[in-house]
């Protein structure tokens, strides 16, 4: 399945948003992809393409039950998105799968050439951007935010 999304996918230009957004301009598109591709519709794939567009409402009622694993993690972006970050790090401490939280870790701190990378840390530094609005920081984020998104995705 992750396949069938991956042209959706591509066309995303912009960065994973490091905030919640009620709108986005993929809305419709992401709409038509779910209503032809059935068999995603509730699962944790459906709700990280939500979170790429940074709307958090549908991934939110997808992975509130997780108690463990991707779908913590899942919720923890949610949380993150709606600047709730004393909640997103609960949930990154529910994850408890320190493979997945190290894989994840791998991809970002290669691919964005970081020194390290931990989804409680990120959160932290998300918390002070949106304090400061600092407009260097945010495109750094913002392509932060994209890899962690992607290694999460090529996990499901």
């Known amino acids: 399945m992750k396949h069938d999304a991956s042209h959706w996918i591509q066309q995303q230009k912009d960065p994973m948003?490091?905030?919640a957004r009620l709108e986005s301009n993929a809305i419709e598109s992401l709409k038509e992809f779910l209503s032809n591709q059935r068999a995603i519709v509730g699962s944790n794939r459906e709700a990280m393409l939500w979170?790429?567009?940074g709307l958090i409402e549908r991934p939110h009622d997808i992975v509130q039950t997780a108690t463990?694993?991707?779908p913590a993690y899942i919720h923890g972006i949610v949380h993150r998105l709606e600047g709730?970050?004393?909640?997103?790090?609960y949930?990154?401490?529910?994850?408890?799968?320190s493979i997945l939280v190290n894989k994840i870790s791998t991809v970002v701190t290669q691919q964005c050439n970081v020194h390290s990378f931990a989804p409680a840390e990120f959160t932290t530094q998300i918390e002070s951007w949106n304090r400061s609005k600092d407009s260097t920081k945010l495109a750094?984020?913002?392509r932060i935010a994209t890899q962690e998104w992607e290694a999460l995705w090529a996990m499901l």
Do not use: K, S
């Open 51 to 53: 979170l790429r567009i």
């Open 17 to 19: 948003p490091i905030c």
């Open 91 to 97: 949930w990154f401490r529910r994850v408890g799968d």
């Open 84 to 89: 709730d970050y004393w909640n997103a790090n």
């Open 68 to 70: 463990n694993g991707i």
């Open 140 to 142: 750094e984020l913002g």
